[in-house]
């Protein structure tokens, strides 16, 4: 094995596809990865995330650290083993489940002191300590530490958030331990403001990492603003390194990040949405709790091939959803995963084909098309 590495295959405007290869194995990007926050990626089997063609999937630093404990995960011969996964890991640092979750919390130059959430037990978590726990975990990926600025932010607050978190980046790389097939990546951040974002760029630019992730977005800015600041903020990161859009998001969202130069994602709105009756599919988003359901033999998606479409029909999933059965939380997360992967998939072929902004424009058709049968 060695080095990671990262091959840009076809172009469409800004939009690429790209070869990403780790050291469990390769991914095609743009790429969306399932969320495992606590080594799971919940109401999934590993081999029913495998099936619907992902091949990286997301776990988070915080939770891990807290339970079972990474120094344990790596006694069991680390993350792929313990929750029985082949394919790449890419693990959140830990930063924006400490903002949001923990308390108690105190910011310093050292890193964050908090309280766990689950007992209230002291934690400090260092730039170091998170690299290390991401090790121990046996991350494909590591992140960088950062701090999530706040939103919204003035412009004085992002730009000394922002400053914070380009020194911990510099620690955060000084304290990886480079092996074959993993990798680091740095976090752009700096809120809205297009000046901050670019010094960040170029900050961690100079540090070099092996990727670099856009941090600090859907966050309550708004579709418009995140895509001006994609506009800003990618074309000033290498072109030789892939890009991932932390924590997005809607299926519309991902479109539009595709054409403006990203290659990686992660969301928990696919699983989220599975445990809540919601369900995405080629003609908008379904809600199989309206009693419209309740009499449909129709498939959920006829285009789809997941277990969910081909073996039930509209009428069960409403029944389960009424009814409260684990197996709707089941059917409906590996729906909403197939539908995310099979529009990364139609994204990849599209772009290959030179034929983006005819996807593009027939995706957005559907969309609005759904939205006004909605109203």
């Known amino acids: 094995m060695t080095d990671m590495s990262f091959t840009v295959l ?3 405007g800004a939009a ?8 469990h194995g390769a991914v095609e990007t743009p790429a969306f990865m399932p969320v495992g926050t606590a080594g799971t990626v919940k109401a999934m089997l590993p081999q029913s995330v495998e099936a619907t063609g992902a091949r990286i999937v997301l776990g988070n630093t915080y939770h891990l650290m807290l339970r079972p404990g990474a120094e344990r995960v790596a006694a069991l011969g680390g993350l792929h083993r ?13 930063g924006y489940q400490v903002m949001s979750l923990a308390r108690l919390r105190e910011i310093t130059e050292a890193g964050v002191a908090f309280r766990s959430h689950l007992d209230g037990s002291r934690h400090l978590l260092t730039p170091e ?16 530490l950062d701090e999530c600025t706040p939103f919204p932010a003035t412009e004085e607050v992002a730009a000394r958030s922002m400053a914070l978190s380009m020194r911990w980046a510099e620690r955060s ?14 976090i752009v951040q700096g809120g809205v403001y297009p000046e901050l974002r670019q010094a960040s760029a170029a900050a961690l630019t100079r540090i070099g990492f092996d990727g670099y992730a856009i941090g600090g977005l859907a966050v309550g800015e708004g579709q418009a603003v995140m895509f001006r600041v994609l506009e800003e903020t990618v074309p000033a990161l290498p072109e030789d390194r892939p890009r991932y859009l932390m924590g997005v998001g809607k299926p519309a969202d991902i479109v539009g990040a595709v054409a403006r130069g990203v290659d990686l994602f992660d969301c928990v709105l696919p699983t989220r949405s599975g445990r809540t009756a919601q369900a995405f599919t080629r003609r908008g988003t379904v809600n199989l709790r309206n009693a419209r359901h309740a009499e449909d033999p129709a498939p959920l998606d006829p285009e789809c091939g997941c277990p969910a479409c081909t073996g039930h029909s ?4 409403h ?16 729906h909403n995963l197939q539908y995310y992967a099979d529009l990364m998939t139609a994204l990849r072929r599209a772009i ?12 957005a058709a559907a969309q609005n098309g759904a939205e006004r049968r909605v109203a």
């Open 10 to 12: 076809s172009r469409a």
């Open 16 to 23: 690429r596809t790209g070869s990403l290869r780790l050291a």
């Open 129 to 144: 300590r998170s690299v290390e726990i991401q090790h121990l975990l046996d991350a494909d990926i590591t992140m960088a």
């Open 82 to 94: 313990f929750m029985n996964w082949p394919h790449p890991i890419l693990t959140d640092s830990g």
């Open 352 to 363: 290959a084909a030179g034929r983006l902004a005819e996807f593009i424009a027939a995706f």
């Open 314 to 317: 509209r009428a069960y999933l």
């Open 319 to 334: 029944h389960l959803c009424k009814a409260g059965e684990i197996l709707a939380s089941m059917l409906l997360t590996w």
């Open 173 to 186: 790389r000084a304290a990886f331990r480079r092996r074959p097939g993993y990798a680091v990546f740095g």
